[in-house]
């Protein structure tokens, strides 16, 4: 999967998407104009030339992880849904976060973190997490796991096999699990069980090292962890995303295209190459080929991977509702003409467009305001003034141009 820069699709991602197929696109706060802008790309997305519709994601918890803000309602940090302890609280919160996620065509959303905040120095997840109690976090997560995906969105539990008892951040470096083996399958493992008992659409795994099981590699790209561990130990036989590859924890070590395909053989299903970079998504597809045709990377383990995701979009995608490009107002036509390998919209339409002299779209009131959301929406769930004063004001506010986090 692949980030890009700017507020369209570019010519070059589409190409990308004709020539070797994508998992699908990350929406980051770089590519955030307006809720119709995003409508308009996601309808892109769906529309590009692939045997398989692509996922629309994005990163979006609430607090300082949320690539969009307002309009889009700005949800505290999840330690304060977490200071609840009301799972009928989490199950209200991920429906209007679906709704308004869905009302622009996102399909997929990287949350719930499933981490167990129980180091007070981890500044990566601190109140990105939901509790520092594994039952609790269980409870909640799966909450907002049943939601979401009731809603129609697809979700996906994070980090495995745990990064909440870290120091080092793995955007920056590379982080050590201290913790031995039976501690970890009692508590950091016990979000990611209950997940896959609620059949969550997909785990993403961790840049993390975790000695207790004889490793020295991240977690993304030891099999030890993602194929034993994961895979047969908890039984997950769905779905899994790596983290971001051009994370340091990772792109400081070795090539991106060398550790993507290091992440397939390991068990990894879908690895996000996020920048925007097209140079390196190129090679990282090409070296992920080239593995294949050298019998280096397993082709049944290539085949394996893209039956996860084919069997993934099919549950989860065909959740979704079949058009919401018309909930937006947006025209399909013009859609579809706007995309770089199209050709432009039929004559009829060109012709009633011109003569009348309408915008490019149809404004009504957005889907996710017709359904009592937006910056009101923290209020109507019980999470407004209180849950501000308690976080201190507006929630994970960034400086301008910082990289994000996933």
């Known amino acids: 999967m692949a980030g890009f820069d700017g507020y369209q699709l570019p010519v070059e991602l589409a190409s990308l998407a004709r020539e070797f197929s994508l998992g699908g696109l990350v929406f980051f706060r770089r590519n955030v104009e307006e809720p119709m802008q995003l409508a308009e790309v996601a309808w892109q997305a769906r529309e590009l030339e692939q045997p398989q519709q692509p996922w629309v994601a994005v990163d979006q918890?609430?607090?300082?992880?949320?690539?969009?803000?307002?309009?889009?309602?700005?949800?505290?940090?999840?330690?304060?849904?977490?200071?609840?302890?009301?799972?009928?609280?989490?199950?209200?919160?991920?429906?209007?976060?679906?709704?308004?996620?869905?009302?622009?065509?996102?399909?997929?959303?990287?949350?719930?973190?499933?981490?167990?905040?129980?180091?007070?120095?981890?500044?990566?997840?601190?109140?990105?997490?939901?509790?520092?109690?594994?039952?609790?976090?269980?409870s909640l997560g799966v909450a907002i796991i049943e939601a979401l995906q009731g809603a129609g969105l697809a979700a996906c539990g994070k980090h495995f096999p745990g990064h909440g008892d870290t120091l080092a951040d793995s955007h920056h470096d590379l982080p050590i699990v201290e913790h031995e083996a039976p501690r970890l399958r009692e508590v950091e493992f016990a979000p990611f069980r209950a997940a896959i008992k609620a059949d969550v659409a997909s785990l993403m795994s961790a840049h993390v090292v975790v000695p207790a099981f004889g490793e020295s590699q991240p977690a993304t790209l030891s099999k030890t962890m993602i194929d034993g561990i994961l895979r047969n130990e908890l039984g997950w036989k769905g779905l899994v995303f790596t983290d971001d590859m051009e994370m340091k924890a990772i792109a400081a070590r070795m090539p991106v295209p060398e550790a993507a395909v290091k992440a397939i053989a390991a068990g990894c299903d879908v690895v996000l190459v996020c920048s925007g970079n097209h140079d390196l998504q190129v090679a990282t597809l090409e070296a992920l080929i080239r593995a294949v045709e050298q019998e280096e990377l397993p082709y049944g383990r290539?085949?394996?991977?893209?039956?996860?995701?084919?069997?993934?979009?099919?549950?989860?995608?065909?959740?979704?509702?079949?058009?919401?490009?018309?909930?937006?107002?947006?025209?399909?036509?013009?859609?579809?003409?706007?995309?770089?390998?199209?050709?432009?919209?039929?004559?009829?339409?060109?012709?009633?467009?011109?003569?009348?002299?309408?915008?490019?779209f149809r404004r009504p009131r957005p889907a996710f305001q017709r359904?009592?959301?937006?910056?009101?929406?923290?209020?109507?769930?019980?999470?407004?003034?209180?849950?501000?004063?308690?976080?201190?004001?507006?929630?994970?506010?960034?400086?301008?141009?910082s990289r994000g986090w996933s």
């Open 61 to 138: 918890e609430g607090g300082r992880v949320a690539r969009f803000k307002r309009p889009f309602t700005e949800w505290p940090p999840m330690a304060t849904l977490g200071r609840s302890g009301d799972p009928a609280l989490a199950r209200r919160f991920a429906t209007a976060l679906a709704a308004e996620l869905g009302a622009v065509g996102v399909t997929l959303d990287f949350a719930p973190v499933l981490d167990i905040f129980t180091n007070e120095k981890n500044t990566v997840i601190g109140d990105r997490a939901l509790a520092s109690d594994a039952a609790l976090v269980s």
């Open 371 to 401: 359904a009592g959301l937006g910056s009101g929406g923290q209020r109507a769930l019980g999470l407004g003034k209180a849950a501000r004063s308690r976080r201190g004001g507006r929630c994970g506010r960034r400086r301008r141009g």
């Open 302 to 360: 290539v085949e394996e991977a893209l039956a996860h995701q084919r069997a993934a979009k099919e549950r989860k995608l065909a959740q979704t509702r079949a058009d919401r490009g018309d909930e937006l107002g947006l025209d399909p036509h013009l859609l579809r003409a706007s995309q770089p390998h199209r050709a432009e919209a039929p004559r009829r339409h060109r012709q009633r467009a011109t003569a009348d002299r309408k915008p490019r």
